[in-house]
């Protein structure tokens, strides 16, 4: 019986597929960003001799890797990239700030359940956020999309993770997705579709930090089990099918998660936050698709309200869209950021990539609420990157060490910020 990404990709060819089979289907949107647009443009047009792309209306491009421009070049590639949308009519250009490319196309409403979304990056597989097959693929995969309409795929097999109960305080869907990392390991899902289930409760912020992280266990999707989605239209035909058949099964128990933290220099190198010990810290980042949404910075902003960040710890904040920094602005989350001595950037994708906006020293520690800890990934090599949840981070920016929320907040639990309803609230 089908999986979601069989669901997904047998109306994406027009016949029932499974998995193993090697099938050629039509993508509903292709998304492409600044950082590799002028080659798939190039490719597109020099290689392939296409002039135009298959259809305008299904193509989104979004200028947030280096967004503003770090310098002159990129500069210059932007204004080519703009220039390009225009002469192909595209109607879907999200430029410097509107924010990073899978959270603005959800807020946008382009990417919807049962969707097959290609992306030239790898993080694409956030889309299954709202129950949609997001895949990342390359400058020649992404422009053969662009011109046909269609792209090529082996049928994934799934790898079912299975929640039960809810979190403690202080324990979020970051912990789940750093403990399913250390599970599953780097490779742990190659090239299967890993789906989420028993999460109901998530708003889709939260759903998209597990189908980002769905890539560093070696996904081809990550597709979050769509009940319980409170502004998106689920087709009546993308359902869980109780007969569906999984390469493997991981169950959770959410009620005994404690936070979780990646150690340097590997993804899937996590542990539990008590087996550290006290690592002292100089940055805490607090951004990218995987944690930079309103309810992200909330939950921070609820530890730090009315207190300082430690002495000699900086603290960086980046929403990941514009709707994000709004929404933060409106009820005072921001000010109370700033308050406690944290700065802001343009939203976008920031010093994820170590291009520019916040790039790390030699030696410096991080703890980053993004995806990657590779070495190099944020700056420096010699640099160390911790990830970790936003309340940890939030935590550590306190006492200036790697921290569990338990110890700085007494009087816990917290307005829960993390909640579809909430989410609905302030939408």
Known sequence: MPTFAEQILSRAAGRPVVAGENVVVDVDLVMLHDSLAPSIIDVLHNQLGAERVWNPAQVAVVIDHVAPAATVRQAEQQQQVRRWVRAQSIPNLFDVGRGISHQVLIEEGLARPGMLVVGSDSHSTGYGAV??????MGTTDIALALATGQTWLRVPETVRIHAHGRFQPGVSAKDLGLWVARQL????????????????????????????????????????????????????WLRV???????????????????????PHTVDNVVDLTDVGRVAVDVVYLGTCTNGRYADMAAAAQILRGRRLAPGVRMIVVPASSMALEQA????TLATLLAAGATLG???????????????????????????????????????????SPEVAAASALTGYLTHPREVVADWPLADVRTPAAAAALA
């Open 131 to 136: 129950a949609a097959f997001g895949t990342g």
């Open 346 to 388: 343009t939203p976008g994708c920031g010093a994820c990539i170590g291009r520019h906006m916040g790039v790390l020293a030699p030696d410096e520690v991080c703890v980053f609420t993004g995806n990657r800890n590779f070495r190099g990934r944020m700056g420096s090599p010699g640099a160390h990157i911790y990830l970790a």
């Open 185 to 236: 390991r780097a490779d742990g899902a190659t090239y299967a579709s890993v789906e989420w289930h028993g999460l109901d409760f998530l708003a889709w912020g939260d759903r998209m930090t597990l189908a980002t992280l769905s890539i560093e266990v070696g996904g081809k999707a990550g597709i979050v089990a769509p009940a319980g989605l409170t502004s998106a239209d689920v087709p009546s």
């Open 329 to 332: 602005a409106a009820d005072g």
């Open 241 to 263: 099918d109780p007969q569906a058949s999984y390469a493997r099964t991981l169950e959770c128990d959410l009620a005994t998660l404690a936070p979780q933290i990646s150690v």
